[in-house]
């Protein structure tokens, strides 16, 4: 039986681990090479990367940090952050990951997705969307809106219409991301992964809001996520992924267990 | 040493870099004298199933395998790899090695997961195999392990090739081969310790097939 996933998600700023709350206020909390590794040892799925550098220096510690994990870490990664080009993803997918997330770039150019799907293949190409609630509208009638920049920027783009072109354009595996609940640790935003993970045929990520290990049992039960993304959860020593796991497989969910 | 095919598929450097790791020689080529002194193969891959075999015939290196495989090498197929060791693909509709009977079909739409709701397709993620026969490729391998997936198509080998199975929507095979020639659905270069230990049974089988003769 196909196991949900697990996925921790390291935000990475020059090379170091950083976490911030609702896209602002970054802290510095670790090496990443070292954090991913000790996930991998506790049993995560499955691992991201969230490349928040804007340098073009940046960029190159980045495809370091990517090349040092794919030496000692055996299970897919993926890297997001500032990817806009099909040379772009083949840059990083040289360097080692699995998996590309597009985000603002693929709101902006649609056709990236396509681009990189004929390039590499679905199973490469994740599509990260940022959603912000608002009230429902005849240009956002699901009342989930795309934004961009942190939130910061609204796109005037239904999140539900986004989601199911993202897959039509040949996007592998799609990241909804709730700016309402990042960093909350307040829980999934239930409503908008269950409202895409019924309208789209490929897996759905939960990501943003985990603060508890239950939070995931619900991103995969009641809002049909094949995988819950986690940070500030696991960054803080608060649980280990192990202990995450463990819970969710007394509540029953399908989850890897010997690693 | 173990001779990665090249024939531009993806994910070559992923188990080149697990062997590495495992410490196990290793190179990526597609020149058939390194191939022909290598100890085993290993014949990965991610991609589509028509222009993977374009490649393969371009390159003569379907020629090349089909001889080492006749003369004994040991062979592991990984995810396309697994399929295209078959008679034919319907991805792209596509007649492909024929080294092993059987051929290679889409999951239908149509299938549903246990709880009901319909599969997500792409088969993503870490899922479990049933043992129909005992392979050295799992020794040492806690059967209870999960395995990690990503594919559309599954294989499906004449019976008496089926190694392992796996559920998705229905239960298909994952694992097929016969001593000496493997195929995994799964990739074991990103499927943790279970996925290394596979490998590293490889290398080991490869060594004493090569010092037996």
Request: proline share 5%.
């Amino acid at each position: 039986m196909l196991t949900k996933r697990v996925i921790p998600c390291l935000d990475v700023r020059n090379g170091k681990l950083t976490k911030g709350v609702k896209f602002k206020d970054n802290i510095d909390i670790g090496d990443p090479v070292e954090t991913a590794r000790r996930y991998y040892e506790d049993g995560a799925d499955e691992i991201v990367f969230y490349d928040i550098t804007a340098s073009h220096e940046g960029r190159g510690i980045m495809l370091k940090v990517v090349e040092h994990v794919a030496e000692q870490i055996f299970i897919p990664f993926s890297v997001g952050g500032g990817i806009a080009t099909v040379a772009d993803m083949r840059d990083v997918l040289l360097a080692g990951a699995e998996k590309i997330s597009v985000n603002s770039a693929a709101v902006k150019n649609p056709h990236i997705i396509s681009e990189g799907a004929a390039a590499f293949g679905s199973q490469c190409i994740v599509v990260g969307m940022d959603v912000l609630r608002v009230p429902q509208s005849a240009a956002i009638p699901s009342g989930y809106e795309i934004v961009i920049h942190g939130g910061r920027k609204h796109m005037g783009i239904d999140a539900l219409w986004w989601a199911q072109e993202a897959e039509r354009l040949g996007a592998g595996e799609l990241c909804v991301n709730s700016i309402d609940a990042d960093g909350t640790k307040d829980g999934y935003e239930l409503t908008l992964t269950r409202l895409i993970a019924d309208h789209v045929r490929i897996p759905v990520i939960a990501s943003g809001g985990a603060g508890s290990p239950q939070h995931m049992v619900d991103a995969v039960t009641k809002g049909r996520a094949s995988a819950a993304l986690i940070a500030s959860i696991v960054h803080y020593g608060e649980y280990t992924v192990t202990d995450l796991k463990r819970y969710m497989a007394a509540q029953g969910v399908p989850v890897r267990t010997v690693w | 040493m173990l001779a990665i095919l090249d024939y531009k598929a993806g994910n070559l450097t992923s188990v080149q870099r697990a062997l590495e790791y495992l410490s196990i020689p290793c190179t990526i080529t597609a020149d058939p004298q390194r191939i022909a002194a290598s100890d085993g193969l290993i014949f990965p891959g991610v991609g589509a199933a028509g222009s993977a075999m374009n490649t393969l015939r371009e390159t003569g290196l379907h020629n090349i395998m089909a001889q080492q495989i006749q003369a004994g090498k040991p062979l592991l197929g990984i995810c396309l790899g697994c399929q295209i060791l078959l008679d034919h693909s319907q991805e792209n509709n596509t007649p492909t090695l024929g080294i092993i009977p059987g051929h290679c079909a889409e999951f239908s739409p149509d299938l549903c997961e246990e709880d009901g709701s319909p599969i997500n397709i792409p088969h993503m993620g870490w899922n479990s195999l049933i043992m129909k026969k005992n392979c050295v490729l799992f020794n040492g391998i806690d059967l209870r392990s999960e395995f990690y997936f990503v594919h559309s198509y599954y294989p499906q080998p004449a019976p008496e090739f089926v190694i392992a199975t796996t559920c998705y929507g229905r239960e298909f095979c994952s694992v097929h081969g016969r001593p000496g020639l493997w195929a995994t659905q799964f990739h074991p270069e990103k499927s943790g310790q279970p996925g290394l230990k596979l490998l590293s049974n490889f290398y080991t089988y490869c060594s004493e097939v090569h010092h037996a003769h």
